[in-house]
């Protein structure tokens, strides 16, 4: 382990968190975001922005031909959608405010439309899109139209599970698009709570023991020996054998993305939560200790973990969002687990330390609004360097997973989404 970590503002070690001045910077962060996102449902409501900032600020997401469908501006298509609504999920939670609570019910619609629509559907994301936008309604305060329309995607979802592989696909018509035929990518790890939360309401194994093959998959591909990930993996459909590794928005096929291995340690610890496989907390482990080891000096990643300080490269602040909220469900995870013994009790402080240095770093060099002049909660994400798509600009998944960080740490017994 690396334990000669400067930390952002000074805070060290296990006292992260319990001094006054962190408790103030978590109120202070939260309602510099919670501003912003007061501005954005006056500006989208339930409409849905763009995936990422254009130039700092967002707008409404562009009019598009989409399965068919000619879609005005702010339609419900892509795979960040449903973080709008789980913002406004997490805002109710912290504060109570009936505007957000009716405005995240007033998404449920948008989504039962988007799959009667077939709108997109050919897709992974499914769960990122199904699991903010109609299971958390449903769980928060009872939505039956949430919940049919859940029950709904995760059928979808089945769908893309491929025998004899054992895996979920993820992207890519599954009768028309041979090239995507196979894939998968480590973001899926997040997608399976879905198929898990289907299983536990429906009481039919099938989603469950999809979501369990498929990750197991992933545990023994993605994952290379080093404990780096792979963004993508390729399985032969026909055999059901492993072919090779590769990235789409990596640095190179050979390199460590860091969204995917910020994926690999909350979707790990997560999918560790719903079966108990304690390989998945190996593997969650295994991520986590190299995501922090190549971190650089503020505790936010370059956007592939390549880069370090001194690179003239930017930095991915989604990444950090997810791998804070990531450490946190994995610190829990451990404790709980046979593992969280003794011999982890180093392990799991250095967890949550990390996570509180990320957030720390995130709320007084990354947040958006206030004088920034942005509508984003963070700034500074990269969504595809490679594309040039959103290089250096806010997105919804890094606003999303950042408020819960914020929720995490300012109501340590929060219950999960996923
Ligand atoms: N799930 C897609 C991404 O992280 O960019």
């Given amino acids: 382990m690396t334990e000669s970590v400067t930390y952002p503002l000074g805070a060290t070690g296990d006292t992260a968190g319990t001094t006054d001045a962190d408790q103030e910077l978590l109120e202070g962060a939260l309602a510099v975001a919670l501003a912003v996102v007061d501005e ?10 763009g995936d990422t900032t254009v130039n700092g600020r967002y707008e409404l997401r562009p009019a598009a031909q989409v399965s068919g ?71 928060l305060v009872g939505s039956p139209e949430g919940r049919t329309t859940a029950l709904a995607a995760a059928d979808h979802l089945l769908k893309r599970f ?40 429906t009481g039919d194994a099938r989603y469950a023991d999809a979501a369990r093959r498929h990750v197991a998959q992933l545990r023994d591909r993605i994952i290379r020996d080093d404990d780096t990930t792979f963004h993508t993996f390729h399985w032969d459909t026909e055999t ?35 079966t108990e496989e304690p390989t998945f907390l190996d593997a969650a482990v295994r991520c986590a200790d190299y995501f922090l080891d190549h971190l650089p000096a503020d505790r936010v ?36 687990s046979p593992r969280g013994e003794v011999a982890e009790a180093e392990r799991i402080a ?12 995130l709320a007084t060099s990354y947040a958006g609004g206030g004088e920034t002049g942005s509508n984003a909660l963070l700034l500074h994400g ?24 914020l ?3 300012l109501r340590p017994d929060w219950t999960p989404y996923w």
């Avoid at 090239?179 to 973001?187: F, L, S, Y």
């Avoid at 973990?305 to 946190?328: E, K, N, T, W, Y």
């Avoid at 250095?350 to 770093?361: F, L, P």
Wanted: glycine share 10%; net charge negative.
């Fill in 40 to 49: 954005n449902m006056v500006t989208f409501g339930d409409r849905y922005p």
């Fill in 69 to 139: 469908h000619d879609l005005p501006a702010g339609s419900n298509y892509e795979w960040t959608t449903s973080f709008w609504p789980g913002q406004l999920w997490l805002a109710w939670e912290l504060t109570g405010r009936e505007t957000y609570r009716d405005l995240g019910l007033r998404h449920v619609p948008r989504f039962t439309e988007r799959l009667t629509e077939e709108i997109d559907l050919h897709t992974h994301d499914l769960g990122f899109l199904y699991t903010l936008a109609c299971v958390t309604p449903d769980r």
């Fill in 162 to 201: 491929l025998e004899p592989a054992g895996i979920v696909q993820a992207w890519g018509n599954l009768e028309t698009s041979p090239e995507q035929r196979g894939r998968t990518i480590i973001d899926s790890l997040m997608n399976m709570p879905l198929l898990h939360w289907a299983s536990e309401v």
């Fill in 240 to 274: 059901g054998e492993p072919r090779f590794g590769s990235t789409q928005q990596g640095y190179r096929d050979d390199s460590c993305w860091a969204r995917g291995q910020a994926w690999g340690i909350y979707g790990f610890a997560l999918n560790h939560r719903w």
């Fill in 301 to 336: 990643a370059y956007w592939d973990l390549v880069f370090s300080d001194g690179d003239d490269q930017p930095r991915d602040s989604s990444a950090a969002a997810i791998a804070a909220c990531g450490l946190l469900e994995l610190a829990g995870e451990l404790e709980r």
């Fill in 350 to 361: 250095r967890y949550r330390r990390e996570a509180w240095a990320m957030v720390r770093s």
């Fill in 382 to 405: 990269v969504y595809d360097w490679r594309t040039d798509k959103g290089v250096d600009e806010g997105n919804l998944w890094g606003d999303y997973f950042y408020l819960e960080a």
């Fill in 407 to 409: 929720t995490r740490l």
